[in-house]
């Protein structure tokens, strides 16, 4: 699982010229899936989001989680996160899940983060989708599973 996490001060997904999610600050997660993925790899990673220390303190260091500042995530479904361009001119995407195991644990993903307390809004699993970013810091971190239970 990989996970592309923008700190933002606004995000939106449209879908043909549609907002079908929009939050007024907090985090943007570009979420991808690979063919080892698990359950139990989605809730590692979504309460490593949760936790995760990225916002100024008094002192302007990154000390502060969501969860402790509050705010919203926008989650938007990316197979092009396990993109292969080692070879030739034209991505293989052959690393990504196919779309109905994608699309389950990409569901108990955003699950997750609700059950977390956290406002979730989401685009359309598999639409082609416009997504807007205003990113704060900029802060830009990539969460992959495969790096961090080694």
């Known amino acids: 699982m990989r996970v592309l996490l923008q700190r933002c001060y606004e995000a939106s997904v449209r879908v043909e010229e549609e907002v079908i999610g929009e939050i007024a600050g907090g985090l943007c997660l570009l979420v991808g899936f690979t063919h080892s993925d698990t359950p139990e790899i989605v809730d590692y990673i979504a309460n490593k989001i949760v936790g995760l220390r990225i916002f100024e303190d008094e002192s302007e260091k990154m000390n502060i989680s969501l969860a402790e500042r509050g705010g919203a995530i926008l989650s938007v479904s990316q197979f092009t996160l396990y993109a292969d361009v080692s070879r030739g001119k034209r991505p293989s995407f052959t690393?990504?899940?196919?779309?109905?195991?994608?699309?389950?644990?990409?569901?108990?993903?955003?699950?997750?983060?609700?059950?977390?307390?956290?406002?979730?809004?989401?685009?359309?699993?598999?639409?082609?989708?416009?997504?807007?970013?205003?990113?704060?810091?900029?802060?830009?971190?990539?969460?992959?599973?495969?790096?961090?239970?080694?």
């Open 95 to 150: 690393k990504s899940a196919p779309g109905e195991k994608a699309e389950a644990l990409y569901d108990l993903f955003n699950q997750k983060l609700s059950e977390a307390g956290f406002i979730v809004e989401t685009g359309v699993f598999g639409a082609a989708m416009d997504v807007k970013i205003v990113n704060h810091g900029p802060v830009t971190i990539m969460l992959d599973s495969d790096e961090m239970r080694k």
